[in-house]
């Protein structure tokens, strides 16, 4: 599938980039598939009413970590140049894979000093060496500390990695506003979008319509982000992210399943990991480890002229998936069967 014919014109003024208050007064996109598929313009506030009792809602329960960060490279002559990194996957309680900004900057060897102000750090200041680096601006950072005080000196001097599509500075605000209700395990360096959407009041009133919630998570990192820059998706290679479905989860979707409910995955992070444990009979199992499903047919890249493709997961067995689409952050699309 050839990602030019995703192309589309996004004007600036239709990003949203403060969340609807409440957050279920987004808008929906109702999609009946069909012949020609049938379109409702509905609230997420409506979701009761979309879906049947006996149905399950999946959710992500990732937490995203202040994982920006800002410093200078030192050490090496008087240049001192400003980096910024972006923490993605963490290999050890001391080091990280990162993206940085200018990586023509760093080379292996290279000491990058973060912050000067703190708690935690000695002096004030968080060093990291540059172990190696790879490609598209990756770098592996060793950091001068370790476990729980690393993770504390980041949470202190780090800001929210906000989307790109999202062209403003973070604030203290983003530390709550870009986190879902659901937010529990910290490892995330973007939010599961479409579960910024639901509020107390609203999932109560799914559980009182008889309509089920279960959790897995999945760490979104590199390989939801990343730039798409091939022509063609069947060229693309997915990083892989990190994610787990317990045995009570799997076991209450096969019992969902089974009593002919339907499994509706709220977001593509979420579908990623249904799929990912997901056996070919259809029985949902336990799941630790990494998953690298993407979008190759019957689903979207979605791509604004003058940015780069970005690729969501695509769906193998027809699941229904509440999917916010990712440059239209305040429109979530239900598909329903």
Request: charged residues 25%.
């Amino acid at each position: 599938m050839r990602t030019a014919l995703f192309d589309f014109e996004l004007p600036p003024d239709r990003i949203a980039l403060r969340p609807v208050v409440p957050r279920d007064a987004a808008r929906l996109l109702v999609v009946r598939p069909g012949g020609t598929p049938e379109l409702e313009d509905r609230g997420v506030a409506d979701l009761p009413d979309l879906l049947r009792r006996g149905d399950a809602l999946v959710v992500n329960d990732t937490k995203v970590i202040a994982a920006r960060l800002r410093g200078r490279r030192i050490g090496r002559g008087a240049l001192e140049p400003a980096i910024e990194a972006t923490l993605h996957q963490r290999l050890d309680g001391s080091r990280w894979r990162a993206f940085v900004k200018p990586a023509k900057r760093l080379s292996p060897g290279d000491v990058v000093r973060f912050g000067d102000e703190g708690k935690v750090c000695f002096l004030g200041q968080l060093d990291a060496t540059v172990e190696a680096k790879g490609e598209d601006g990756e770098v592996t950072l060793a950091f001068a500390f370790h476990g729980p005080v690393l993770d504390q000196a980041v949470d202190e001097r780090g800001a929210m990695p906000l989307p790109p599509y999202i062209r403003r500075a973070p604030d203290e605000r983003d530390r709550t506003d870009y986190q879902t209700m659901f937010a529990q395990l910290e490892g995330s360096i973007a939010a599961p979008t479409a579960g910024l959407h639901f509020t107390d009041a609203l999932t109560s009133r799914l559980e009182a319509q008889g309509i089920s919630l279960h959790k897995v998570t999945l760490h979104v990192g590199a390989g939801t982000f990343l730039p798409v820059k091939v022509a063609d998706t069947a060229a693309h290679r997915m990083h892989a992210e990190r994610g787990g479905v317990t045995p009570q989860t799997a076991d209450a979707l096969n019992r969902v399943r089974r009593a002919g409910g339907r499994i509706v995955a709220v977001g593509s992070t979420s579908l990623r990991l249904v799929e990912s444990a997901s056996g070919h009979d259809g029985v949902i199992r336990p799941f630790e480890g990494e998953t690298a499903l993407f979008v190759h047919a019957g689903g979207g890249v979605l791509r604004a002229r003058g940015d780069e493709a970005r690729l969501c997961p695509c769906d193998r067995r027809g699941l229904p998936v509440l999917l916010l689409r990712r440059r239209l952050p305040a429109v979530p699309a239900l598909g329903l069967q």
